[in-house]
């Protein structure tokens, strides 16, 4: 009897052995199914594979945990690579799905590098749809894609200089400055978008102080040349419009400094400088400053006004 119990018991681990061995086999080559899928590029594939592999995996417990982590770790990469595919073809719902796919996996193996290279791409993804839905003047729907991106990824600077640019279309200036702000304040890591956010509110200021100015705002024109300053340097435009509007309000130093400032930056126009300069300099009684000022406007609308000073009004020598 005994010696009965003792051969079934043989027998058992005998096909256990084997069912065993069979079992870890069939994981092995779902493996490196997966690895042939990736190799040959599909993804959907490997992915199927690798799953299948898990899955015969967790049925044997501690003995099939090695093979396990090694095709779970496979997999937030295999969802990324298809993530890139749906990208490059402009699917970018089906990229969004992958990337966030990907991203999931990598958090389930405390794998946060690469969870948030997935989430990047959805911020990438998004801004990339936001962009064409701005270039078709879609500006609602080019909203909602870049604050998708933001919320994918806080520290994407460019979803917050993209949003920007929309809301300057939008005639929304604080938010348009709070956007580019922001993307100065992430800073260095992006140093082109940091460069374009503080050449874009430049500009778009140094607009609306020119808007002003014909609207005969001066004080409003001066404010939004305070603001373009705070980010840029300054050109002859921006001077020059400076002089203009503490000309019109009789400032009349701040405008011969600024005007100073203009002239030497100026390489095309500088008659309608020194035109102002010449009034500016009226405005301080420096009668031989601003006839040097208006005998050398020699050209544009203004030549007429300048030589009637020049002769008539100042007399000058």
């Known amino acids: 009897m005994n010696k009965i119990k003792l051969i079934l018991s043989v027998a058992f681990l005998s096909l256990s052995s084997f069912l065993f061995s069979q079992t870890m086999n069939e994981a092995g080559e779902a493996f490196n199914n997966g690895i042939a899928a990736v190799k040959a590029n599909d993804y959907v594939a490997a992915i199927k594979a690798y799953t299948e592999c898990i899955d015969i995996c967790s049925k044997l417990g501690e003995e099939g945990e090695e ?20 990208y490059q073809s402009q699917k970018f719902d089906e990229a969004v799905i992958d990337f966030q796919k990907s991203s999931e996996f990598a958090l389930k193996l405390n794998d946060k590098e690469n969870s948030d290279k997935a989430l990047n791409y959805i911020a990438r993804v998004y801004t990339t749809k936001g962009s064409a839905q701005y270039k078709d003047e879609d500006y609602d729907n080019a909203i909602i894609s870049f604050e998708k991106a933001i919320e994918a990824d806080e520290a994407y600077s460019k979803a917050y200089y993209s949003i920007g640019l929309v809301y300057n279309k939008q005639d929304k200036a604080a938010e348009f400055k709070a956007a580019m702000d922001k993307v100065i304040e992430l800073g260095p890591a992006d140093d082109k978008t940091v460069e374009a ?13 020119g808007k002003a100015l014909q609207a005969g705002n001066f004080t409003k024109s001066l404010e939004y040349i305070d603001i373009a300053l705070n980010y840029g340097d300054g050109d002859a435009q921006i001077l020059y419009f400076a002089t203009i509007a503490n000309n019109g309000l009789s400032n009349w130093q701040k405008a011969i400094d600024f005007g100073k400032k203009a002239v030497e930056l100026e390489t095309k126009d500088k008659s309608k400088v020194y035109f102002e300069l010449g009034k500016a300099y009226e405005g301080i009684n420096n009668k031989s400053e601003a006839c040097s000022a208006y005998k050398k406007v020699t050209s544009g609308p203004n030549v007429a006004a300048a030589q009637y000073k020049v002769k008539t009004e100042l007399k000058c020598n």
């Open 67 to 86: 093979m396990k982590m090694k095709a779970e770790s496979q997999i937030p990469e295999a969802y990324f690579k298809m993530g890139i595919g749906a």
């Open 197 to 209: 956010a503080k050449l874009t509110v430049f500009r778009s200021f140094r607009a609306d102080a």
